[in-house]
């Protein structure tokens, strides 16, 4: 096919296609004729198709540990970014506007300035006694910039744990490690996501989060209750998990009472017949609920399934 006037320089550039076979018919030819008597191309098709075989040799590179906090953090910071641009769109003006211009909200504008000047008149009446408790609170103890951070803290906590998306609901829960350890309202609020919490991704890391806290008696009950309570097999099977490494008896009858659910998954199955087993016959001590906390030191925190980005 030398007749298309096939050079040096246009064979070298093809000659990864030629090797992958993504050339026209026609063209594969020419190359393949010019490759028959150029000793030059021949020589830079060795060496092409020594990188193109050494290539399926190297090594693929580990992911980093941040790779999926630093995914949540760009795609979140991506969405309000995108809130942001929605909410000051022309659509979005236009829409609002539309909206003020209908009779219901003329009647809460008008009973909005109607409670307005209401509360000024109380105010005014109001102020004495005001000045009279500002004397009662400046002789009460300032809140400590420790317990202001961990209200906070606790505060940005339970407002993300029912956030509508399910990856702040998933920043929630790694805040939360930080607080739950001296918070019961968190704590709570972990139990209650794991038990309740649509996306399996979100259940998982609040269970990861909750069985490092397994030396708190009301986690281990809360954690012992939630067994008949998932419908997941990802969660049901990461919960024996965490029963059998906590050693915890008392979740026996609940696993038992799991098997039988109907149309239960057979791996789960199996994984909830041998935690049954193990508990039953294995003769390790069992950590007592009722210890403090300086009294039972921290188990270790078992290896949950990794959440799959929903």
Known sequence: MEAKSVNCEGVQEELMDWLAGTLPADQHQAVQAHLTQCPGCQQELATVQALWNNLGHLPVPEPSEQLRPNFYSLLADFQRAEQRRQRWSLGALLDRLRAWWQPAYAVRLATSLALLLVGLVAGYGLKGTAETSEVAVRSQPAETPALAATTKQQTQVLALLNNPSAVQRLRAVSYAEEVAPTNERVVAALLSTLNQDPNVNVRLASLEVLAGLSQDPIVRQGLVRSLTLQDSPLVQSALADVMVQLQERGSVRPLRKLLQQENLNEQVKDKIEQSIET????????????????????????????????
């Open 279 to 310: 508990l039953s016959t294995d003769r390790a001590p069992h950590p007592s609920t009722s210890s403090t906390h300086h009294e039972t030191p921290p188990p270790t925190q078992p290896n949950l399934p990794a959440a799959v980005v929903a």
